[in-house]
């Protein structure tokens, strides 16, 4: 069997020319339409400083995977097109012997493309206190200026929330001012729960014993919503609830209100602190 | 090779059957829906919900658990085991609990409030109070999207003629009579759970009951 292929019909013509015409026209087309279109419409939207950077971030993830999905899906339908098997017969192709220069430009621009996103991403995390996400108890980096601190305390099936600045109300509804800096204290009392704080862009671990820190500025008056994110049992589901981003007065009388209403149920509280361990305390207890 | 054949269907064959076994089995031993009783003479639509909680459902009501606690409604004078209640929309539910069991303490004790009924309170023994001792608790009954919270107190250690295993009589035995009433709104179905960790033995004592549709939680269906 010859490794040689037959000669048929007119010259083959130069194949990578066309394909990379076609793949940059298409790449051409495709940018801006996807960080200006598509990229604003991105989840989880702009409800917060947090929020608005996940936009960001997707839209360039998503900026640099256009080119390469582009590539892959053209050079599929190339493929299939010019080099589908003719009839009248079974050809066999020309060896392939390899092409160091394509292979070398693949390996090297692929590799940029994850370093520099893996760069990108660890910028954005440490410019962006964490860009919303629980960064433990002792945060790298931390917002300047004033923090309206917030406990949220996960337990099989709920989520309620603790003002520790408002003597310590617990309440099961989570309310915000807007334009003001949020610090999150995230626990549980019982298993590993996730706080997820939607259109936030808020998810932190919820981890009995741990003290689990994500920052956040709402910038939108809007409903928001929470949901558990991790796995915990019967009712996991169907541990959600809505929370509300309000204007600062609105705050303040909520807030008032809150005291007011659980005054006699804030005496029996535990004092505030950032961990509890109620119980049983241990397996099968 | 043909036994060999005969040897793969027949034990394909003999899984297909226990599988269905299986399903079947699980698909008939769904928990009930019980209908709450209309009560006349109310402002509104009412109807009434007559439950009682104990240490030990017993085997007569579930014979594969007999030990694990659970909750257990009135239905024509008969103690059933369900959890899954249907009311109409729109109307006022009366709930009466009959609590047999002992204290467990809640795990936050910020649900000793009573959130979301009528008046804000419940009637403890008679007694209409807004909270109990987070200590005393001994289950809830809490359906979260409605907003309803009613913590329900433990019966003393030292009560005599406590109950062991259900169904148990309120009229000789031992136990705490908690009554409330909550307000539904719009049709839907909406979980219920207790949140006190009771179910002793198991995963921080919320596994076995805590997590099995029929004992602990259940469904309101608004209708």
Redesign the interface.
Known sequence: MSSEAPAVGSPEPDHLRRFGTIWLIATLIALPLVIFVLGPELPPGNGSDAASGQVTDNTVLLAMATPVLLMVVIYLVYAIINFRQPKGGMLEGPAVRGHARIQTSWILITGALVLSLAVYGTVRLETGYGAGSGSGPKPLTVPSGKKLQVQV?A????F?YRYPSYGGV?T?HLELPVNEEVEFHVTS???IHSFWAYQLGVKADANPGVDNIAFVKPTKIQTFEVHCAELC???HG?MF?HGRVVSGADFETWIHEQQQT?A??TK???PYALTYA???T???? | MARKLTGVVAAVVLLGVLIGLYISSWATNTVPSIAATPVSGGAGPTTSLTLQTVAAVGPQLSPNHPNWVSYLVKQNGRWVRSTIFTVPANSLVHVTVYQFDGNSGLRNPFLSAVQGTVGGTEMLDGKAVTHINPEEASHTFVVPQLGVFVPLPGVPEEAKNACEVAPCDPSTMAHRTIEFTFRTGKKGRFRWQCFVPCAAGTYFNFGGPMQTLGYMDGFINVV
């Open positions: 305390i337990q099989q099936w709920a309620t617990e099961t009392l019982d298993v049992g019967l009712w169907g609830d659980f006699a149920t029996v509280l535990p109620p119980e049983p241990e397996r099968g207890h």
